[in-house]
Every structure is written in structure tokens, then in C-alpha cells.
């Protein structure tokens, strides 16, 4: 065998992730918001992005009325490279102050801004520091300190006398103010002992209830005549005691702000119902419109060597794919958007117990691009309907249990409803339900009906029970 080094030509075809087509891939991605932010950051790094006013909110003003003078009059090519400045700045301040009218906006009314929230700890240390306290102000800082997001306190007794260097009838009376304070629950160790804090704003409960409280294990697992049995009461005086305990709140402090915690959701696509038809609208409002920024028109007139020239058609480049990219994504969200409307569309008009199956395959065939385009153009985003908000995956629905097609969601709902209307006293088996449902030409099994029963956090047929 002959081992030697040679030359071969050899043709293939290969698909070159090039910045431009990532960039693409990327902003298809991104969401409203996402987007916004996106675009924000990219007119940082790119001078020749620059934002497009909409004429439209000027009234009669002229459209161009921004641009210089010198672009306005004559032969456009004949004055972009002769721009009088002091003209163009003249002009802009007169706009400027004729637009502003110190008068204005004193018959406006402006909508009240809402501060942030005071998270838990800071309610807590207001109040400790308008009270006179028997333990030192230091010593509940550092227990308020060392509570979670649900007010139950992360530390034992004995760590922070320690690390206080404290004695432990001091930190257990710091510990008996903080429990003291509003809301009631918040510095408790456990389950059991928040509950007990709460004991208070019931206006009137059974004697037996702090020693129900201590049976919380076998309340959870729908042992009641067990509990009964133990304090000597009926089954329904459990039963009334336990819907008394579900008053109560067993995690105090999420009620109360934290970082991160407020999550608004701004439709990417919106939905409207007009005379009958259905109309589709991008919601591209928080995204401001691009342009290119004519003030670096001069830097092209540069010879081709000059390194000022190459860095203004660089980021020409990358500002017109910007640009293009844009539109893009938002052509593939409506055309996405527009084949749902005809796929769903009796969902729309009568709700989600008509919601087909869907998958990404069906509409990537329908509108002509591949199946990861739809998967992309869908993450993460929304759709406002007149059913409603849904996330786009809701309605890329799987069939199961009927030869129409009916979608696993509708299967839920109407597993939903069907134990709305059952006799709680004896309420059905997932075997019944089971059974119902295939009367419904929904044909799913017992283990299916239970699936589908948690997912929808409908507890079991014990914990159902009513006495």
C-alpha cells in the first residue's frame, strides 16, 4: 500500500453560521420586552442606528421637519456633502423651543407612579424601630435578618446565641417580639408553630385546635377518622376545623415584595375580534423604529483606504441587518399568528373544550419554513385573544382520547367540571371519572384521569370527601 501526500478538488455543500444569521436567529428569539432591551443596547454599540420618529404624533408638522435644511431643498446628492451646520443647529433649537410650551402640562392629570413594595424585612424593622423593645435592637436586626422569603426563621435558638455571643433567654425573648409583630406567623420555625401564631385572628375557634395542630402529617394525607379518633371529636368536627386552618396563612412573608418577584407579561401578538373577523397586530410598540443616521453619510465619501470609511460600512452593515432582521421576525410572528387563527379558531369563538391538536410541523408546512423556525418565533412569548392570554405553546395542544381530535386540554376542562358537580360526599373515583369521560368520547385510562387530575392540582377522592 502506497502512502504519500496528494491534491484532490472536492466540491461540498456546507451551512456557514455567519454573526449576521445568529444575530437573525436571536432576535426571532427574544420577546417584546427582550427585544426592546436588545435593540437599546445595540444603538449603544452602533452609531449609525438612530431611532425614527413616527409622523404621525406630529399632526401637520412636515415629516422631514428633523432633517437639515440642506436635505430638504434642491438635489439631495448635490447637498449631503455640503451640510451647513450652524444652519442645521439653528433650525433644530427653533423647533426645539417651539415645540416646548411651559404652559402645557398644567391641565394634564398624570397617573400616580406606585413605589416599590417594602419587602419583609424592611415592615419588620420599621416596626421594631417606632416600639420600645425589651431586647436589644441589634439582636432582632440579626433575627429579622435570618428569615426566608416566607417569614419562617432559618437559624436555631442556640446558633444565634452563639454567634451573638447572647445569652438564650435573651434571643428567646428577641424571638417573641419578632413573633409579636405583623403579620402574625412570620419568625416560626415550622408549619405547626406559624399556624399557632395565627390562632389569633380566628374570631372564635374549637378548644381542640392547638392540638389539632399537631396532626397536621396525617390532615394532609385525608386520615380524619384517625384525628377524630385521637381527640375524641367526629369526623365533621375535623373536617370544620381543618377548613378554619385553611384561613390561615402558612407562608406570611410571600405576601410581601422581594426582587424579581413582579413579573409583567406584554403580548407579542395581539388578537382582536372585528365584525366577525379576527385581526392580528404585532405588538411592536415597545420597540423603537430604527434608521440609519444620515449624519455619518460624509464619512463615505472618504477614499476606500480610509479607516474611518471601513468602520462606517461595517456598522452600515450590521445596522441595515439589524433592521432586517427585525422585520423579519416580525412577518414570521404573524404569519405564525395568522395560521393558528385559522387552525384554532373555533377555540376563539368557542372556547377551549374546541381546541384542536396542534404541533409545530403542521404550521412550520403550512406557512413554509422549518419545523425550529415556529419553535423559535413561539418561545417564551405570548398572545393576547379574546379568551384571554395564553403563551403560544398552549395552543400547539397533543390529541389524546377521541376520534375528533379533541385536545388534551379540553380532556382537562372537562375532567374539571365534571368534579365540580359531584356530590362531595361521595365523590368519584378515578376509575368513574375514567368511565365518565368515555361516555364523552374521551377514552383516556384510570392512570391517565389521575395524571391529568394532579397536573390541574385537584387533590384525590379521600381529600375530596366532604362528612
Not at 404621525?56 to 434642491?74: A, N, R
Not at 365523590?427 to 374521551?442: A, T, V
Amino acid at each position: 500500500m502506497r502512502i504519500g501526500y496528494g491534491l484532490n478538488l472536492e466540491q461540498t455543500q456546507k451551512l456557514v453560521m455567519t454573526p449576521e444569521l445568529r444575530q437573525a436567529i436571536a432576535v426571532l428569539q427574544l420577546s417584546a420586552l427582550e427585544l426592546s432591551d436588545y435593540v437599546d443596547q445595540q444603538m449603544l454599540e452602533n452609531p449609525l442606528l438612530d431611532v425614527v420618529e413616527d409622523s404621525g404624533d406630529k399632526g401637520t408638522e412636515d415629516p422631514q421637519e428633523d432633517s437639515p435644511p440642506s436635505e430638504k431643498e434642491g438635489n439631495p446628492e448635490d447637498s449631503d456633502w455640503d451640510m451647513n451646520w450652524e444652519d442645521y443647529f439653528q433650525h433644530q433649537e427653533e423647533r426645539i423651543s417651539r415645540e416646548y410650551d411651559p404652559d402645557a402640562g398644567q391641565n394634564k392629570r398624570f397617573e400616580p407612579f406606585l413605589a416599590t413594595a417594602p419587602s419583609l424585612q424592611e415592615h419588620l424593622l420599621e416596626q421594631i424601630h417606632i416600639q420600645k423593645t425589651l431586647a436589644p435592637h441589634d439582636l432582632l436586626e440579626y433575627i429579622i435578618g435570618n428569615l426566608d422569603e416566607n417569614g419562617y426563621l432559618l437559624l436555631s435558638l442556640e446558633e444565634i446565641a452563639k454567634q451573638l455571643q447572647r445569652p438564650l433567654e435573651q434571643v428567646e425573648t428577641g424571638l417573641t417580639i419578632i413573633q409579636g409583630l405583623d403579620p402574625l406567623g412570620v419568625g416560626a420555625r415550622n408549619l405547626e408553630e406559624c399556624l399557632r401564631l395565627q390562632l389569633p385572628l380566628l374570631s372564635h375557634y374549637p378548644p381542640e385546635m392547638p392540638r389539632f395542630l399537631k396532626h397536621l402529617e396525617d390532615l394532609a394525607a385525608g386520615r380524619l377518622q384517625k384525628i377524630a379518633n385521637q381527640l375524641k371529636v367526629t369526623p365533621l368536627q375535623v373536617q370544620s376545623m381543618s377548613d378554619l386552618l385553611r384561613t390561615l396563612d402558612p407562608k406570611p412573608g410571600r405576601r410581601f415584595s422581594g426582587p424579581g418577584e413582579v413579573r409583567y407579561i406584554i403580548p407579542d401578538v395581539v388578537i382582536e375580534e372585528v365584525e366577525g373577523e379576527y385581526i392580528i397586530l404585532v405588538n411592536d410598540l415597545t420597540v423603537p423604529r430604527l434608521g440609519i443616521n444620515q449624519t455619518y453619510k460624509k464619512a463615505l465619501s472618504q477614499s476606500s483606504e480610509s479607516e474611518t470609511r471601513k468602520f462606517v460600512e461595517q456598522k452600515l452593515n450590521a445596522a441595515a441587518w439589524l433592521i432586517r432582521s427585525i422585520e423579519q421576525r416580525r412577518l414570521t410572528l404573524y404569519k405564525v399568528a395568522d395560521a393558528l387563527v385559522r387552525r384554532q379558531e373555533e377555540f376563539l369563538r368557542r372556547g377551549v373544550r374546541y381546541l384542536k391538536p396542534l404541533n409545530l410541523k403542521d404550521i412550520a408546512e403550512e406557512i413554509g419554513v422549518h419545523e425550529s423556525t415556529v419553535s423559535r418565533a413561539t418561545a417564551n412569548k405570548y398572545v393576547q385573544t379574546p379568551r384571554g392570554i395564553f403563551e403560544f405553546k398552549f395552543f400547539f395542544a397533543t390529541g389524546l382520547g377521541s376520534e375528533e381530535g379533541m385536545s388534551t386540554e379540553a380532556i382537562k376542562q372537562a375532567l374539571k367540571n365534571i368534579i365540580a358537580e359531584e356530590d362531595t360526599k361521595a365523590p368519584y373515583s378515578d376509575q368513574k371519572l375514567s368511565e365518565i369521560l368515555g361516555e364523552k368520547n374521551m377514552k383516556i385510562s384510570r392512570r391517565t384521569v389521575a395524571k391529568y387530575r394532579d397536573e390541574l392540582g385537584i387533590p384525590s377522592t379521600t381529600l375530596r370527601k366532604r362528612y
